[in-house]
């Protein structure tokens, strides 16, 4: 999901809807390690440094801070499973986790710009180890979700999504409102497709709500000195435009105006698809789907798999003019 906005995107949320457009930062808990690869062809010769470190309450280091021990270092293909146990559901069909394992690669191979190695810090994002899948998944699934997830890494070694010789940014979301969005200028490979069995994903329908100085409290927090009041609730709200996909690209409240994810930040709202209506004398948010709606819909993809797609099939709906190449 978006590796900075919030791909969303998604700390343990395999188990829960994501909110943000499944998010790549954070700290993660202790280093025990992970398992030995089982699969051959778990290497590339690429390698994640492990600098992220921080004093844990009983003594020791965790990630998250620079510290003072010395860094461990993993293969890229060894860190990918861990990357993809945290940003997707184990118990997701084999394709969608291939699918989700090449996006992964895609974005570290894009960020490390033709080096061997890079800081697990310069990423902005987060991997699950041993332990932490174990709590996850729990004792008895633990050993089968992992050689699935490490399979879905080891079918897919070095893949990686191009455009035009470079590796694309491959956000993708927990689910889209139904429509994926199309992509801009610097995205011209995010394509806008239907994903009509997104409707029936868990969480796909979110509704929130707030007194009107509850509201009106929380939009006046949005940076740039843009105060709304309790009286100009909700009369003066007009949602202004909406993109192809019905995600709001701007609001007017009163004399202000807001992009639609600054509304959806400050109101804590699963995506930019929503409306605002009065409700009982109160402000109501009804929204669709779980993140920015960019790139692959990780549910559609997952349905897709059912229906016999391949991993390829999948990101060439999602992505449009890519190619995969093996890095």
Known sequence: MDWKKGCLGLALACCFPYVVTLGWTGSIGGREGVL????PGLLSGKQVILDRFEESPGGGELPGIPGEREPEVLDVEEYLVGVVALQMPADYEPEALKAQAIIARTYIYGQMGGQDSIQESALDMDYLEQAQMERLWGTRDFMEFYRKVEGAVADTNSLVMEYQGECIEPWFSRCSAGKTRKGDERHP???SVDCPKDLEAEGYLQMEEWT???FSRKISQIPGERPVSADQVPETIQI???D???YVTLVQI???QFTGDEIRYALGLNSSHFRLEDYEGNIRAVVKGIGHGYGMSQHDANRKAKDGWSAEEILSYFYENILLVSE
Not at 36 to 39: I, L, Q, T
């Open 36 to 39: 030995e690869p089982a699969r």
């Open 189 to 191: 490979y995010f394509a």
């Open 244 to 246: 192809e996909a019905g």
């Open 240 to 242: 202004g435009e909406r």
């Open 212 to 214: 009107k100085e509850e």
């Open 254 to 256: 009163g004399n202000y």
